[in-house]
Every structure is written in structure tokens, then in C-alpha cells.
């Protein structure tokens, strides 16, 4: 089964880029954020046309997070336990296939220090709560999505220009990291341990041209998912197509 995910920055701004992907992809289950759209407004229709189950958070003109499979999608969750006051779309849990497919729009959090930072490491403390809770599980877990944690320098192509950067602040770190600790793989890293691997270029100071980017989407998964992990990748086509997103898509496969 091929997992992969994609903050898509609006998915009606880039349905022509979504749907052209999955048709020339052989993904079973996209995870979007950054949908910018409200349930009922989201274009289900386009990828119910194409076969796809489809399950949206969405929320008007910001966040938003989607799961698209080929497969069934059981068991819906919206929203990230831990906080009922929280009205921001930006986690989304489901089951397909056997896996509990958990998707993630990780607030920016600057400027840092700040409330958005403040928020932010409550965020990320509550993901720890929630990743644990699905360990008990036994089930195989994927939280995947768009983290905008730097866990390492490398991740970085100018990591002293970041310094400072919520993205690379030492508590965000810790926080990506405890959860880590806890029994995740970070399956890029399980595979490619070392080198630069982007999935993220700003739209400003030609940072694609430059290959200036981050590594800031990430899929944690598992014991139960890593034991079946042959293959990651991340596909840095779509970043070079006209009007794109400023993410591209990041990939596991994982052996049935």
C-alpha cells in the first residue's frame, strides 16, 4: 500500500494538479492539508469520479485537511482530542485497509516566542497524547503530513538563516522528537538516513531555481507500519508545474 502526503495550498486552486497526480501516480491514499475550503464546497465529485473515497475537515479560506483512497475510509475522526475549544482544521483520523491513517496541518507558530508559538507547542503536546494513545492500539499507524518542523539542520538549506524560526526552534524540535521517542520512525530517515531531501520551496527569491527548500512534510509511523516499510520518496515534479504548491508530495510504501 502507497501512502503519501501533500499540502496541496488549496485544493481547488490545484485540483488540475491533484487529480492529474493520482491519476499518474499509483498512490492508495493521498493525505491533503491546506485544503482552504469548507466541507460542503470541497470537489468531492472529482475524486468520487475518478473512484476515490474521500474525507474532509475543512474549514473556510484557511487549514483544512482531506484524506482521498482507494480503498473504504472507517472510523472517521475530526479534530485533534485534547481540546474542545480548538477550532482550527487541522487533523484528520481514519482507518483504511487495517492502518489508522492520522493527517496533519502542524500550526507555523511564529513568530516564536509568541502566542502562534504558544499554541503550537500545545498543538504538538496533544499530538504526543494522541500518538500515544493510537500505540496502545497495536494497529499499524501513519501520521503524516505537513509538520513545518526542521528536525535537523540538513533539513534546511540555510539553517543559520533559520535560527530563531519556529520551525527550527529547539522546543519544536523536542516536541517532533518526543514523539519519536516514543516509538515512531521517521520513514524517510529510516531509509535515507543522511542527504538532503526537500518537500517544500517558498514561492519568493526563486527558492525552486535555487533548490532552496525544507524538509518539513514527514511520515511517522509505527512499529506495526515500519516492520512493513520498503520504500519512501518524495516526487518533486509537482512543484515544477505552472502555478503549483509550494509543498510536493511525499511517499511510503508499505508491504500488505
Not at 540555510?158 to 515512531?184: E, M, N, Q
Request: hydrophobic share 40%; with cysteine.
Amino acid at each position: 500500500m502507497r501512502i503519501a502526503s501533500w499540502n496541496v495550498n488549496s485544493a481547488k486552486a490545484r485540483l488540475d494538479h491533484i487529480t492529474g497526480w493520482l491519476k499518474a501516480d499509483n498512490a492508495d491514499i493521498l493525505m491533503m492539508q491546506e485544503i482552504k475550503s469548507q466541507d460542503e464546497n470541497f470537489p468531492h465529485d472529482a475524486f468520487t469520479d475518478l473512484g476515490w473515497h474521500i474525507a474532509v475537515h475543512g474549514q473556510k479560506s484557511y487549514n483544512g485537511v482531506a484524506i482521498a483512497s482507494r480503498f473504504p475510509i472507517d472510523d472517521v475522526m475530526n479534530g485533534l482530542p485534547g481540546d474542545d475549544a480548538d477550532e482550527q482544521a487541522r487533523y484528520i483520523e481514519a482507518t483504511i485497509n487495517g492502518v489508522r491513517i492520522g493527517n496533519i496541518y502542524l500550526p507555523n507558530g511564529n513568530p516564536a516566542p509568541g502566542p502562534k508559538f504558544d499554541y503550537k507547542l500545545s498543538w504538538m503536546a496533544r499530538l504526543y497524547d494522541r500518538a500515544v494513545e493510537l500505540l496502545a492500539t497495536e494497529m499499524p499507524v501513519v501520521l503524516g503530513g505537513d509538520y513545518n518542523v526542521l528536525p535537523q539542520d540538513v533539513d534546511c538549506y540555510d539553517p543559520a538563516a533559520w535560527v530563531g524560526d519556529a520551525l527550527t526552534h529547539d522546543d519544536s524540535r523536542a516536541a517532533f522528537f518526543k514523539i519519536l521517542h516514543a516509538g515512531y520512525m521517521d520513514a524517510l530517515r529510516a531509509l535515507h538516513p543522511s542527504g538532503v531531501h526537500y518537500t517544500y520551496w517558498d514561492y519568493q527569491a526563486g527558492a525552486w531555481q535555487r533548490d532552496n527548500g525544507l524538509r518539513i512534510d514527514h511520515l511517522l509511523l509505527s512499529p506495526e507500519a515500519g516492520d512493513r516499510l520498503t520504500d519512501v520518496g518524495i516526487d518533486r515534479a509537482p512543484r515544477g508545474l505552472e502555478k503549483p504548491s509550494d509543498h510536493t508530495p511525499i511517499w511510503c510504501q508499505l508491504r500488505d
